[in-house]
């Protein structure tokens, strides 16, 4: 982005000629998610120069923003005072990361600079599962009492907001349970001396801290949320998760998605920041899982191989068929996977889902096996072989079952994972590429051996 | 979801006793946007009769929730009057979508009702080209001036905020240019008599109605926006995209990146809601591509078919092969796609991602070649073969090779698509297998012609 180019050459030159003040002032107008951007590619001396020139609000904004091995070098740098200052200024949950992800020295370090209030909240966000939403929830947020007036709200929000993550949407609490929600809009256009519980929303749309992570960000999609508040198994409120986070959550579950339909084990670091080692560590797993597995559709052809070299034309359109059955498949798992993590499709459509996709296969069949049987004849020039007729049409109609069997295991295949609780995403496409490599070729064989005349006659399987 | 299904019962429950005035009430405290889902399963009849009893605000806002089938048969049920109230309550982004889905008879209805500032804004934002910012703005937005005090911003706000789809982000214009930026709470956490100006960020992040929608989304996320403001050419501010719209579109194209990488023209419509036929039409044309590039490899195996007839046990590790170099190939052009469609890679980073690929291919193609010999020999039973250890290395060999050249391919495929500014996510996948598959054979056949005796003796390709 030409902007983070601009402020690293601003910064640089301001360095260069040792005019911290100025450098100071223009600091002061940049957003700190860029100065983490552009803070990161600088080498240690220059960055720890920089951090040192941001006034706190910033400097912990941009800390925030920082990678892990940054942080931990600042950490490290930083006087108890400075860190302690620092620790003050960031969210909970952002606090509550940072411990996550540093080494125990740096942590007991951490821990030891923030006040008692802040290490509760970030041991209670701690305490959740990874990816519960308990651990992306912040603990802060501004309670209203249902008899307060608009104006009594409004002064209050004025007085406490300073401190919270967002103050746009207000919970209206009654011993700690949630009893209300009004956004500050509501608020703000109502008549001074309204009374709240008149104005607030009392169907409150929230989730559980056990809940997965996935909920919040899927209600808060849903509805047009800023944030969703988070109750306790007795329907307490002990946080809510913000928009931004949920955002961050969305993008980083359909990355983990993506990743596992490839056969990747998902990791959370960006791509040019992942070693290589690591990089091999997320994909060999499943290249030596898959190749293993190749030993059945190996059997299945060494089985036949008399039939093979009696007709050896044959093997040419392994791959072709192998291939439409892989593919085929792959469009109907994807897309079934998909729908299930969006929540557009749920196991009980599971009929529907089967029926559909019967219909789109056998359209699909259709639609290929003549253009099929066309290809093998005149592009692939069976028409010259003595059995050339009778192959082309082996091929077509192994083409047609292939993509009809295709498309119900990789509708199904997602489904059933589902159904035994499991993540469907990791059965994608490579694995069900195998199953269907296996059923094509056990149709391929078994079609060639009855139907030509060569193979009929003798060569069947061994 | 059970909450969806519980509504659904009970609006049930009170249409059979025909209670109309209890299901109003109860309608009230819904959100619109599980009224909207559950009215979708309604039958016509119960439906008209459910939006009849909705007061216009939380019509519209179910209204615009709502199948487009479902906003067509309100539409032509609607007398004019019902539908102007309901039109002049919807944002105009969302009658710009509306416009968009409707036949041409509907829509003149439509805009006949709108007042003319409506049908302005209309119009605006159907100018824009589809997947730019300026089809998923909204023209709504708060706009103050540097010189007012914080009381009379706050005074502002609450007047005209009833109608503006975000006040939470306020912009300080002077003669429609974008001078500032202020949110709601750093004016509420502000002193009364405070001037604007000293409180705003003076350094906007704003886009352009002419960018991708894409380069939207993504500076509210990496930002943390609630809304960000979109500027025409000459800088003057004319909309903000909020960061609910963000989330949809976000999702919208993550959907689209996987639809394509799995080999599927990406719809918009959810799964359960597409015809069969519409599946069929986003499928087949991918599926019969693929089906005719396969021609090459047929090519590839006839070409050698007397060195197959002649050691026909090679045809056997032939799916082995082609699916792990897919499956190497496909990890690598996925991670690099999804990289980019993040902006996480640049093309700028071709170099290093070359030879981040490099080292990562070497790595797993060191790793999976012994097991690649363990398993041909005793997995496969080449030991108890004449020439079986050679064949094995030379396997071992070939996939070493392919996942190197996989690898490779695999990365710098999708860079170079992106270099001619076409979507790297069309290229991906199976493209890349059919590819990799011509690859792998030419390798394996080329060793296997050298090496094997029984070949290199006279078997070469015709």
Redesign the interface.
């Known amino acids: 982005?030409s902007?983070a180019y601009e402020l690293k050459e601003k910064i640089k030159d301001f360095l260069e000629i040792r005019d911290f003040k100025s450098l100071k002032n223009y600091l002061l107008?940049?957003?700190p998610?860029d100065i983490a951007e552009v803070m990161d590619d600088f080498g240690d001396k220059e960055f720890s120069l920089c951090f040192r020139l941001l006034p706190k609000e910033l400097a912990a904004e941009a800390f925030v923003n920082m990678d892990s091995d940054r942080q931990k070098l600042l950490i490290d740098g930083l006087s108890d005072a400075k860190l302690k200052e620092i620790l003050d200024e960031i969210c909970p949950d952002d606090a509550a990361d940072l411990v996550g992800e540093m080494p125990a020295g740096v942590v007991s370090r951490i821990l030891k600079h923030t006040d008692p209030e802040m290490r509760d909240a970030i041991n209670a966000i701690l305490r959740y599962p990874k990816n519960s939403v308990g651990s992306i929830m912040t603990t802060e947020y501004v309670s209203l009492r249902r008899n307060m007036t608009v104006a009594e709200a409004?002064a209050k929000?004025?007085r406490v907001?300073?401190d919270k993550e967002t103050?746009?949407t207000c919970y209206v609490t009654e011993q700690r349970k949630l009893v209300g929600v009004i956004s500050?809009?509501a608020i703000?256009?109502a008549q001074d001396d309204e009374i709240l519980e008149n104005l607030m929303?009392?169907?409150c749309?929230s989730v559980l801290t056990t809940d997965d992570r996935e909920a919040a960000v899927e209600k808060?999609?849903?509805?047009?949320?800023?944030a969703i508040p988070v109750l306790d198994t007795e329907e307490r409120i002990v946080g809510i998760v913000t928009?931004?986070d949920?955002?961050?959550v969305?993008?980083t579950e359909?990355?983990e998605?993506?990743?596992q339909?490839?056969?990747?084990l998902p990791s959370e670091k960006?791509?040019?920041k992942t070693s290589?080692?690591r990089?091999?560590l997320s994909?060999?797993p499943?290249?030596?899982l898959?190749?293993?597995s190749?030993?059945l559709?190996?059997?299945i052809?060494?089985s036949y191989?008399?039939a093979?070299?009696a007709c050896?034309?044959l093997?040419?359109?392994?791959?072709?068929i192998?291939?439409?059955g892989g593919?085929?498949g792959?469009?109907a798992?994807?897309?079934?996977i998909?729908?299930l993590s969006?929540?557009?499709?749920r196991l009980s459509?599971t009929l529907?889902?089967v029926w559909?996709e019967l219909?789109?296969s056998l359209?699909?069949g259709l639609?290929?096996a003549p253009?099929?049987f066309l290809?093998v004849m005149y592009?692939?020039g069976l028409w010259r072989e003595p059995d050339g007729v009778r192959i082309s049409l082996i091929v077509s109609a192994t083409?047609f079952l292939v993509?009809v069997a295709a498309k119900l295991v990789g509708c199904l295949l997602p489904l059933l994972v589902k159904a035994v609780r499991l993540d469907p995403a990791v059965v994608a496409?490579?694995f069900i590429?195998?199953v269907v490599?296996a059923l094509a070729?056990v149709v391929y064989f078994a079609l060639a051996s009855r139907l030509v005349p060569a193979l009929a006659a003798g060569a069947l399987p061994v």
Chains 1, 2 share one sequence.
Request: aromatic share 8%; charged share 20%; proline share 3%.
């Open positions: 982005m902007e107008e940049q957003n998610v409004i929000i004025r907001g300073v103050v746009y500050v809009r703000l256009v929303t009392t169907e749309i808060i999609g849903k509805y047009g949320f800023l928009v931004d949920a955002m961050d969305m993008e359909a990355s998605d993506i990743a339909m490839a056969a990747i960006p791509y040019l290589a080692f990089l091999w994909r060999v499943w290249l030596l898959l190749m293993i190749a030993t559709t190996s059997r052809i060494s191989e008399t093979l070299a050896a034309v093997t040419a359109f392994i791959p072709m192998m291939g439409t593919n085929a792959g469009q798992s994807v897309t079934i998909r729908g969006l929540d557009e499709i459509d529907w889902v559909k219909r789109v359209l699909c639609t290929l253009f099929a290809k592009l692939d083409l993509v496409n490579p590429t195998t490599d070729l």
